[in-house]
């Protein structure tokens, strides 16, 4: 299965969400630790639902990098 993960980076870090799997998500020092650990965090959000008797919800989202000019 493949997820998107929206990855952003903060003052101090990096957070990553997964608009298809509420409520999962993770934070890093650095964007490739946010990737790592967003990846174990989808694996591990799908392990409880499952264990949990509960849907895994399909992967639906899309990204695109919309390119627009500048103001």
């Given at each position: 299965?493949?997820?998107?993960?929206v990855?952003?980076?903060?003052?101090?870090?990096?957070?990553?969400?997964?608009?298809?799997?509420?409520?999962?998500?993770?934070?890093?020092?650095?964007?490739?630790?946010?990737?790592?650990?967003?990846r174990?965090?989808?694996?591990?959000?799908?392990?409880?639902?499952?264990?949990?008797?509960?849907?895994?919800?399909?992967?639906?989202?899309e990204?695109?990098?919309?390119?627009?000019?500048?103001?």
């Amino acid at each position: 299965m493949r997820y998107v993960a929206v990855i952003e980076q903060g003052k101090t870090s990096w957070g990553a969400h997964v608009p298809d799997l509420p409520g999962c998500v993770a934070v890093g020092k650095t964007r490739d630790e946010a990737l790592r650990l967003i990846r174990e965090a989808i694996e591990f959000h799908i392990q409880g639902l499952t264990e949990d008797g509960l849907p895994v919800p399909e992967p639906r989202s899309e990204a695109e990098l919309v390119e627009v000019g500048a103001a």
